[in-house]
């Protein structure tokens, strides 16, 4: 029942995410951008993702365009290896704006606003018709801000500003004050919580429910027959033991340290103690890490892993086939953050125990 639900409003997110596409690319000036993009032969589609699960549904949303589009489909901007899968060559690594916090954001000011600076004057350069940025509020906003600005200053017409994952407003107090400026640079904000929509437009922004990106997951599992009965998740644990040669009398903890170095470097190390206390309470243990795709933390866990104390199995990221397959054959796991917690609760009947590390 759960997945016939899915499907349902998986299904449904496609239907109403392109639509509003479709009705906003008409209203841009005096021709409509669909009639600007006709006229060029191709559709002009600036991007910019600055973490991995932007990188992830920002590369969903450039497969289905390229699909669903009547013309085809040109894309620019900043992205992950996930969106280099769908034609995008990114201007810089998207490592180079994933920093969390003001914090860690000071140390890296300089290179920020380098990196703010070459995405607008790429974005210029590139006469896009269209302009879709993806979370990462403290790049995306700015960028989104100082580009219409410059579009003003030139005195030329501004492509269309989407903006996709709204703002956490419901998360502090006073956090729907803070929707009221955006309308002035975006134009259209895709929602994936249902009740934020409403409050996106009684605050003067056009918005639009389309569905979480986890219900996504569930299109590759059904294609790559993770599912069965229509239900039921089911990973095939032995296949994922015999392609990587883990021992079936090895006790299996899988560990899911995060997506930005940032937060790798800190939960790491702590993983690390945590598994030379635990090795000698079992016979044999094995420790599957499941590395997101990032260039960066692919390179770190790589080198770091080399000093611990059990052995280890890296799991390359971006496909939730092979995590299913990971988890159906698991004892326990420890997940790195809270925005892990959809896909670990998704596996809390095929996995016992599950500890959620915050730092």
Known sequence: ???????NVTIDMNSRLFPVVKRSLSVSGRESVRDLASKDGELRVFL?????????????????????????????GVGGLMMSRQ????????????VMGIW?????????????????????TFRPHVVLTVDSKGFSFRFLKKLRARYGEERLASPQHFHYVAPSFWAWRGGEARLKGLSEFVDHMFCILPFEAEVCRSNGLAATFVGHPTLEDALELKINKCIVNEWKVQGDGEKFRKNYGISSESTIISLLPGSRLQEVT????????TMELLKNAFSELTA???????????????KAVHEWPVSVVLVPGGSP??????????????????????TASLCLK???????VWT
């Open 288 to 302: 599957v890490i499941h590395v997101a795709p990032n260039t960066h933390v692919e390179e770190y866990i790589s």
């Open 1 to 7: 029942m759960f997945l016939r639900t899915v499907w």
């Open 87 to 98: 034609g995008l060559n990114s201007l810089f690594p998207m490592e180079d704006i994933a």
């Open 321 to 342: 086939c092979m995590r299913y397959n990971s988890f159906s054959m698991e004892k326990s796991s420890i997940a790195r953050a809270l925005g892990l917690v959809s």
């Open 48 to 76: 910019v993702a600055g973490e991995v699960s932007g990188d992830i549904i920002a590369s969903r949303f450039m497969n289905s365009l390229k699909r669903l589009s009547p013309i085809p489909v040109r894309f620019a």
């Open 266 to 273: 800190r939960m790491l190390s702590i993983f690390s103690r």
């Open 104 to 124: 860690e954001l000071l140390p890296h000011l300089s290179m920020f606003k380098l990196r703010l600076k070459e995405t607008i004057e790429s974005a210029l």
């Open 350 to 356: 095929l996995i016992p125990p599950t500890i959620l």
